[in-house]
């Protein structure tokens, strides 16, 4: 963390800026690829073809951009977090829909006016050759996983049932594959363009078949992580400690999360996101949840020896992005299991907690927090009361008056929704610089 931090207040270039860029370079370096090979072999029968051959080139991009997105690529991950790739692989999958079915009815419309029939017959006519059957089967895989991510019908959908609906995904993903193959005005125009197009599909399957599959299989029969203990730290609040072989050389760090499956206890579809409530030592992992799920809430009656199935470590919320000698960690509910963690990993500069619960009952890991703050000669705030109610400690003036020098601090912010909104809300008011904010939702979204 200290050399981390050290080299962010050296003015060098911050890991998540420096991940964005990559990022963006490799897709604006895509985007000329294909507006290349678009300009050099693009033209159609007819104006509205070209147009729509147009659409199509840049939905295939779309669509490989997205497993880039999804694949966990853990350099990325850990420099801009889950949560922020989901979101941009939201936006990108509704470009994505919208490019494909405008190329969809620009190719219907297109062979409809050159054979000058109507666009019905001329659909049924298309949906008779293999290529484009395969284009419009790809299309209407999209539509579902679409429809069903709306914010509508996510949040009225088990998780469950709408995972496995997304998962069309992947039949849209092998299709559109087929389909672009066939497809030989496209994939085969050009020496160059057959090389390019399988350069990147395979770089995109390779990257996600060894980051959602290879990786967490071999990870997990490498390590064999099983539960070592149960510690209930309050009617609906539980620790599982996890053991495992060679745990000093599992790559995770304080304020990170994992996916967790007891395959033994509960069914092996059901997972759930959990920070390390302990910086990882190399001996064990610690989680501690709420009961707040039919999983979460099943965990203190985890059996000693199950074995336990991870994915991850994932997140950017860690002291890599430290950036200042000072810090302030804010922590709503059970959001205090990351902040407890980087609490046992830092080592340097001055550091301030604000706990913000219901009551003190609800304080979770309170006692720990307490002693590792005291320990470090940092401040620990224990905010009681409920939202709407008394003094707002997380409006602006409220922030300003529990930590005055606010504006030279990193702040590490993990709470509900709504109070973690409120939060950067304020941070932004006070004039906090964006480089110093750092906060991240966790969600298998």
């Known amino acids: 963390m200290v050399d981390a931090s050290a080299l962010n207040r050296a003015g060098l270039v911050l890991p998540v800026v420096a991940a964005r860029w990559a990022l963006w370079m490799f897709v604006l370096a895509n985007v000329v690829v ?10 159609g029968k007819n104006g509205t073809l070209t147009v729509a051959k147009f659409f199509g080139l840049h939905a295939a991009l779309l669509l490989l951009f997205q497993l880039l997105l999804v694949a966990r690529v853990p350099w990325l991950d850990r420099r801009i977090g889950m949560d922020r790739l989901t979101v941009w692989h939201r936006w990108v999958g509704f470009t994505l829909l919208w490019t494909v079915l405008t190329h969809a009815v620009l190719v219907v419309l297109g062979y409809a006016r ?3 029939a109507s666009m019905t017959k001329t659909f049924l006519a298309l949906a008779g050759v293999t290529a484009s059957l395969l284009g419009v089967l790809a299309a209407a895989a999209l539509v579902v996983v679409a429809v069903v991510s709306t914010r509508f019908l996510r949040r009225r959908l088990r998780y469950e049932t709408w995972h496995g609906l997304h998962l069309l995904v992947y039949l849209a993903l092998g299709l559109a594959f087929v389909h672009q193959l066939l497809e030989t005005t496209t994939f085969k125009s050009s020496g160059f363009a057959e090389l390019y197009w399988w350069t990147l599909w395979l770089l995109a399957f390779g990257g996600l078949v060894v980051g959602r599959i290879v990786m967490p299989v071999w990870r997990n029969a490498y390590h064999r992580f099983q539960v070592a203990a149960v510690v209930p730290e309050s009617d609906d609040v539980v620790s599982v400690h996890v053991t495992g072989r060679h745990l000093d ?14 395959p033994g206890h509960h069914h092996w579809w059901l997972a759930n996101p959990f920070s390390l409530s302990a910086a990882p030592g190399g001996q064990s992992l610690r989680l501690t949840a709420k009961a707040v ?25 860690t002291s890599l992005h430290r950036t200042r000698p000072g810090a302030l960690l804010i922590a709503g509910g059970v959001g205090i299991t990351p902040v407890r963690a980087l609490l046992e990993e830092e080592s340097a500069g001055d550091v301030v907690v604000l706990y913000r619960v219901r009551t003190e ?16 000669g940092g ?4 905010l009681t009361g409920r ?9 602006p003036d409220g922030l300003r008056a529990l930590v005055p020098d606010i504006t030279e601090r990193d702040v590490y912010v993990c709470g509900p929704p709504a109070m973690t909104s409120a939060v950067l809300k304020s941070l932004r008011v006070l004039n906090v610089p964006g480089r110093q904010v ?8």
Request: aromatic share 12%; no cysteine; net charge negative.
């Open 34 to 43: 294909v507006e290349t090979l678009f300009l050099a072999d693009g033209t």
């Open 114 to 116: 050159l054979d000058d």
């Open 249 to 262: 050389r599992l790559p995770a760090r304080a304020g990170q999360f994992f996916i967790w499956r007891f």
């Open 293 to 317: 799920g039919d999983t979460s809430a099943g965990l203190r009656h985890v059996p000693v020896g199950t074995r336990v199935f991870m994915e991850g470590p994932y997140g950017a919320f």
């Open 361 to 376: 009952n609800d304080a979770v890991l309170v006692d720990e927090v307490r002693e590792l703050v005291a320990a470090r």
């Open 379 to 382: 401040r620990l705030h224990l």
């Open 387 to 395: 939202t709407g109610e008394g003094a707002q400690p997380f409006e």
């Open 438 to 445: 750092h906060a991240e939702k966790f969600s298998l979204a």
